[in-house]
């Protein structure tokens, strides 16, 4: 039950006006990683939140509005709607399979490999086989786990390195690109859905308008396949 | 069950390329009503269709991809993910009051007077009490009925008079400004909800963007009370 309790956080990722996190050095990104975990497991302390989510609005379409590159943070007294939905689905994934859903699609996209940008040791990116908008991106970590402020100082590396040249290529695809993205993880503080969820980053490049047709139903056209999306990124230079 | 049929139509409101619902005679949006529902009334006896969706999108940034006004028409072969959690919600309140969750509304915002910008002898427009988005509107029937396309010849002209102005005040308001509308109307062709639903209109004015925090977590932040946006419509000059 909500009790108007909450937290907002803004993270500043570097004091460079100009710089996206994909121009920044690799271990200046993993100090930006190691803070996000650091506030989240302090905020966890306060057993009224349920929820904590870190994301990013980058560029005006994005919604950002403070100029400066940032990052939020939102700790909530609540399961929000989407999380929770999320957290459902897995859930009835795993009573049918008794298999976690995101693991499933990890196995999938390295077997299928068409929809695959980026692989490192501990994470792969790639556009979704059901990707609601075109270039639209998730970074998984190969280890299941439902925290993402669990991560070690080794992933953490892992993880700077492929969202930096996620990043990267994507901007170079599309010029002035404005993005979102968020990172999901499971609830906290006693409820439930860690045992079958998986964190992950979802990045949301603003190329299309959500319309009538999307609001009215929740359903989304994408006039690009994952795969057309994915073999653009990969054939980018760095 | 989803089985890939559906229909797409396009309905052109008039011949005048630069002419918006809001400049149109209150007869021409008349006819343009009718035609709204004698196509869904058509496409109905296609048993197949589960939801039949009438929307409009104006302006780029609510996602028009025709330059001329127009307004779609799809056809479904499931009751889409947010029309289905709309009845169910509606349904629960049903089943926990016995009433209609709309009729309760109309009579509270009848009741509240601040939110409510234009009435007539069938319809009332008014800015919602949990609004999304600033400035977002809700055109509601007084007659409980879960169908947009039984509206009577006379509710029809009514329809048409409060649409026009309540858009030419919002579009006095705000120049230049881009919006949806979805007209919600309950599942066809033996789907459940009917009776417990009352149709009605939704006007989404593009004022703001959606970001990363409603992407996350299915919750709106929304700057303008509803009673203040109502306030200003209600001050526009005829």
């Known amino acids: 039950m909500s009790n108007g309790i909450g937290a907002h956080e803004v993270l500043i990722e570097s004091p460079y006006h100009n710089k996206d996190i994909s121009d920044l050095l690799p271990q200046e990104i993993e100090s930006y990683l190691k803070m996000c975990c650091m506030r989240t497991a302090d905020l966890i302390k306060d057993s009224r939140f349920k929820y904590i989510m870190v994301f990013r609005n980058y560029g005006s379409a994005a919604g950002a509005?403070?100029?400066?590159?940032h990052t939020q943070l939102v700790a909530l007294p609540m399961v929000?709607?989407?999380a929770l939905e999320e957290i459902h689905g897995a859930q009835a994934y795993y009573n049918y399979r008794e298999r976690c859903i995101y693991c499933d699609i990890i196995r999938q996209e390295i077997a299928d490999k068409e929809r695959i940008?980026?692989?490192?040791?501990?994470f792969i990116s790639f556009c979704p086989f059901v990707s609601r908008f075109p270039f639209e991106i998730m970074i998984m970590p190969r280890q299941h786990s439902?925290?993402?402020y669990h991560i070690s100082a080794e992933e953490t590396a892992a993880l700077a390195q492929i969202l930096k040249d996620t990043l990267s290529k994507l901007k170079k695809v599309f010029v002035n690109?404005?993005?979102n993205y968020i990172i999901h993880s499971a609830p906290i503080n006693g409820e439930v859905g860690?045992?079958?969820y998986h964190w992950h980053l979802e990045i949301m490049p603003k190329l299309t308008q959500v319309a009538g047709f999307e609001w009215g139903t929740g359903f989304y056209l994408d006039p690009t396949s994952p795969e057309l999306a994915a073999q653009y990124l990969k054939a980018v230079k760095d």
């Open 80 to 82: 929000p709607k989407n």
């Open 65 to 69: 509005s403070l100029e400066h590159p």
């Open 146 to 148: 439902g925290y993402f």
């Open 117 to 122: 940008i980026l692989e490192n040791k501990y």
């Open 194 to 196: 860690v045992e079958y």
């Open 177 to 179: 690109l404005s993005y």
